[in-house]
């Protein structure tokens, strides 16, 4: 069976300043596309990042970046220069690379992050 | 290019009633996924459909629940004799392909119908 985990059901950060949120997952895939999406408060599911699994150079889009462990099957999203509009709540998922169904994405509990200014 | 609309926003139905769910696709895709969000959860895959095929139905409930994906209109997912228990958010996506390690194309999301069931 494949999950995901996210252990931090809460989490703030002030305005500007830098916050890593965490997600560890398990499948025996040896491929596999992992992603943070961000729901904010209009519950429209936003893909913020992507990573391939079998790249092993960390992904990053503007101030989003990920630490992929993948021997540790790690997958944290850093969030630099934290603004208002990133408070939402993030989950991080899992979809295996070569399945007939790689529209079944197994999503994390969900981490809600507040940015205080 | 509309995104994927789901509507209503909010349905409110009382117990044994039944509940009717649409979604449309953004232009151009045939491959559509519902999930359903419980309170305090994450998604969790229900359905994938083509247009007119079930393709993918491990995550549906084995009984009251249904889908469909016609040729011509809107995916519609389909709850008789509501309980409290399916009060939750239910997400619908859609791709233009279907996703493999060719085109890994993305997934879209709407923002979801909310059922409260009374």
């Known amino acids: 069976a494949q999950t995901v985990t996210q252990s931090q059901p809460e989490m703030s950060v002030q305005e500007a300043e830098t916050v890593t949120l965490s997600c560890t997952y398990d499948t025996s895939e040896n491929n596999y596309y992992l992603f943070w999406y961000k729901q904010p408060p209009s519950r429209q599911m936003i893909l913020v990042i992507r990573q391939e699994a079998y790249k092993q150079q960390n992904a990053t889009e503007n101030r989003f970046s990920v630490n992929f462990q993948k021997a540790a099957k790690s997958f944290s999203l850093k969030i630099s220069d934290s603004q208002l509009g990133d408070t939402a709540m993030y989950f991080c998922?899992?979809?295996?690379?070569?399945?007939?169904?790689?529209?079944?994405?197994?999503f994390g509990q969900g981490t809600t992050l507040q940015v205080k200014p | 290019n509309a995104g994927v609309m789901q509507n209503p926003r909010h349905l409110v139905r009382r117990r044994g009633q039944e509940a009717r769910l649409r979604c449309s696709p953004m232009k151009g895709h045939s491959h559509v996924y519902w999930y359903r969000q419980l309170p305090e959860e994450g998604l969790k895959f229900m359905v994938y459909l083509q247009k007119e095929n079930i393709i993918d139905e491990s995550g549906m409930p084995k009984e009251r629940f249904s889908a469909e994906f016609p040729k011509e209109g809107p995916s519609i997912l389909r709850i008789q004799q509501v309980v409290r228990g399916d009060s939750a958010a239910y997400f619908c996506a859609s791709s233009r392909l279907h996703r493999d390690r060719v085109t890994n194309e993305k997934l879209f999301f709407g923002s979801g119908t909310q059922l409260s069931v009374l």
């Open positions: 998922a899992l979809t295996p690379h070569g399945s007939s169904n790689t529209g079944k994405l197994i």
